[in-house]
């Protein structure tokens, strides 16, 4: 991941210790402070982070003001103009049940955009506190998750989420549960590998030495120094959990009818392309592209920052 | 060598150990007995008791453990609940079924995925590297169902070049058959792309900068001599190892393609299963998947080792 994509060329700015920020009158920033904004500055200058920053905007408004954008009641059935093709009153066409399919296009940011990031924020929480714990103790417990964690990735993350969706159920919640629970080994695996490194350093030494509690080296100490790779980490996450529960909705396990999601309306319309009724399909696919897109853009500008 | 075979043999069993206990309970969470669950709720409790006698799901959820897990040491599979016929009947064709795409899906995208990292690395941080990478790394973030459909628009729908579903008609040749799983494999391919090549990019990135390279250089070797027998070389070793982790993935992880294209793989099954509450397909299903993977990563493993003395004696030790 590190090497890809956009050269950054003012690497060297951001390497120089704030030794020089401190001799100049103005009051010196701290350390964290200033390496929090070269790194913005960075970002800003990342045709990649720009170009997902700016699809990702484009699809958070719709989220937020949906029902305001479309022309239609995304909801509204209409079996008389059942799949209309493309014209001058319904831009995108109507779907089998003569429902604007812009609409539904439009107002299907709203569910993506909120599962997925709490899912993938769940994950990312419980996947941090397990790789600090397995990272810092090593031994038994490291081993034993380490083995479980394997027999999970052993098999595709869609079959584990379609098992777990079968067992518990098909439900939002249910869908935010299960994402969350397949990519916590994931990140804490990610996150440990961190940890491990940064447990050597000096200054977790020091904490022991002067007799600081185990919480407090994990979340005081350890913890801010990895929150570099966290951040990719969920960046880089957010992009699968669209991917799995767009994937996991089309298999009609995931976010359920009558909402307007996009994998929901690809997988109830699938079928009709050969009839010659691709729009239905087509918008909706674009639109789960464009997504993906758009926040691994996103999150490649993001760990090409933190990651150098 | 042979300790570190012994040593990633055993690793493997004891995970697949661990995933036959994660599938086998986890499948059990389901509130509700199974008998009632095929013969529906207006059958007579008798009759729900006999069925469950029948399947053995009366008995304790430790007994039926170790029922399933005996009989696959017996190559017995067990006995599909929708079906009636043997789990094996079901899964085996299936995944001969899904190798045969993903060997299809291989064949294509190894190649393509190496020349296109290679290119990159040749031109880093110029416009053809931009474009592999970005083009690349979005091509693969694109779940493989929004690939199907499009591909199927295009070239099925609105070109009429290939046929919109997967499977060929009985007794068509080999060539009719690559045909219709052209478009499937062209998702994977599209899938898969951007990743092999960010691996083979990263690889010959840093053989291009190791020390061997420049004394190649210094030492007056062609640029194309230097590249192909100093670079690549050294460079492809990680990626084809990579690779090959991919396998799990492209056999068991395909459901959506498969649904779209209607092909009979081990992701159709897993999907039947799942959508009938067929657990002991679903189960089997499963762990041959956990297999399949595991066995490709211990094979990755071992050429990796085999091919590189380093990582051999390192792992030995």
């Given at each position: 991941m590190s090497s890809f994509g956009e050269p950054i060329g003012s690497s060297v700015t951001a390497a120089e210790p704030p030794a020089q920020a401190e001799s100049t009158l103005?009051?010196?920033?701290?350390?964290?402070?200033?390496?929090?904004?070269?790194?913005?500055?960075?970002?800003?200058?990342?045709?990649?982070?720009?170009?997902g920053a700016v699809i990702l905007a484009f699809w958070i408004v719709c989220a937020i003001f949906g029902y305001l954008i479309a022309p239609d009641d995304p909801l509204l059935t209409n079996p008389v103009k059942a799949l209309q093709a493309p014209s001058s009153s319904h831009l995108f066409g109507t779907d089998t049940l003569g429902r604007d399919v812009l609409s539904r296009v439009i107002v299907g940011a709203r569910d993506i955009l909120i599962v997925a990031p709490l899912a993938t924020l769940l994950a990312t929480a419980m996947g941090t506190l397990l790789g600090l714990v397995?990272?810092?103790?090593?031994?038994?417990?490291?081993?034993?998750?380490?083995?479980i964690i394997d027999a999970i990735l052993a098999v595709p993350v869609v079959i584990v989420g379609l098992l777990s969706l079968v067992a518990l159920g098909p439900s939002t919640v249910t869908v935010i549960f299960v994402i969350a629970v397949v990519f916590t080994p994931v990140i804490a695996r990610t996150v440990r590998a961190a940890v491990l490194t940064e447990r050597q350093y000096e200054y977790v030494a020091a904490a022991r030495l002067r007799n600081e509690r185990t919480p407090y080296i994990l979340f005081g100490e350890i913890l801010p120094n990895v929150m570099g790779p966290v951040l990719v980490e969920f960046t880089v996450r957010l992009g699968y959990a669209i991917f799995t529960i767009a994937t996991l909705s089309f298999l009609g396990f995931g976010i359920q009818p009558p909402a307007p999601d996009w994998g929901l309306q690809i997988f109830q319309h699938y079928g009709l392309i050969s009839g010659g009724y691709w729009w239905p399909v087509l918008f909706p696919a674009l639109a789960i592209a464009s997504l993906v897109i758009g926040v691994n853009l996103l999150a490649d500008g993001i760990s090409q920052v933190f990651e150098r | 060598m042979t300790r570190f075979i012994a040593k990633r043999l055993g690793l493997g069993l004891i995970t697949l150990w661990l995933l036959s206990v994660l599938?086998?309970?986890?499948?059990?969470?389901?509130?509700?007995?199974?008998?009632?669950?095929?013969?529906?709720?207006?059958?007579?409790?008798?009759?729900?008791?006999?069925?469950?006698?029948?399947?053995?799901?009366?008995?304790?959820?430790?007994?039926?453990?170790?029922?399933?897990?005996?009989?696959?040491?017996?190559?017995?599979?067990?006995?599909?609940?929708?079906?009636?016929?043997?789990?094996?009947?079901?899964?085996f064709p299936a995944l001969w079924h899904s190798a045969k795409l993903a060997i299809l899906a291989f064949i294509i995208v190894v190649p393509l995925g190496i020349l296109g990292g290679v290119l990159a690395a040749l031109n880093e941080g110029r416009f053809r590297d931009r474009?592999?990478?970005?083009?690349?790394?979005?091509?693969?973030?694109v779940?493989?169902?929004?690939?199907?459909?499009?591909?199927?628009?295009v070239f099925a729908l609105w070109l009429g070049l290939l046929p919109s579903t997967a499977t060929a008609p009985p007794g068509s040749g080999f060539f009719s058959q690559v045909e219709y799983l052209v478009l499937p494999a062209l998702c994977l391919v599209f899938v898969l792309f951007g990743y092999i090549a960010r691996m083979a990019r990263a690889g010959t990135i840093e053989s291009l900068d190791a020390d061997y390279t420049r004394t190649a250089v210094i030492k007056g070797l062609p640029y194309r001599t230097v590249v192909r027998r100093h670079v690549l070389r050294n460079s492809l070793l990680p990626t084809i190892a990579v690779v090959a982790?991919?396998?799990?993935?492209?056999?068991?992880?395909?459901?959506?393609?498969?649904?779209?294209f209607n092909y009979q793989g081990i992701g159709q099954?897993?999907?039947?299963?799942?959508?009938?509450?067929?657990?002991?397909?679903?189960?089997?299903?499963?762990?041959?998947?956990?297999?399949?993977?595991?066995?490709?990563?211990?094979?990755?493993?071992?050429?990796?080792?085999?091919?590189?003395?380093?990582?051999?004696?390192?792992?030995?030790a």
């Open positions: 103005e009051p010196a920033p701290s350390e964290a402070k200033v390496i929090r904004r070269e790194r913005l500055a960075l970002l800003l200058r990342s045709k990649t982070f720009i170009a397995t990272g810092y103790y090593r031994g038994f417990v490291d081993d034993t998750l380490g083995r | 599938v086998f309970f986890g499948t059990q969470i389901l509130p509700g007995d199974v008998a009632r669950r095929i013969l529906g709720p207006f059958a007579t409790q008798s009759a729900v008791n006999a069925l469950n006698h029948q399947l053995g799901t009366d008995k304790s959820v430790f007994v039926q453990y170790w029922d399933w897990i005996s009989g696959i040491f017996h190559g017995n599979l067990g006995t599909s609940v929708a079906t009636r016929t043997s789990v094996s009947s079901i899964v474009f592999i990478s970005v083009g690349g790394l979005s091509a693969t973030t779940p493989e169902f929004v690939w199907a459909v499009a591909l199927i628009l982790t991919q396998a799990g993935y492209l056999i068991g992880g395909l459901v959506a393609i498969e649904l779209v099954v897993l999907y039947r299963a799942a959508t009938q509450k067929d657990f002991p397909v679903l189960q089997s299903a499963v762990l041959i998947v956990g297999v399949v993977y595991l066995v490709a990563t211990l094979l990755a493993d071992l050429a990796y080792s085999l091919l590189n003395p380093r990582l051999r004696f390192e792992s030995a």
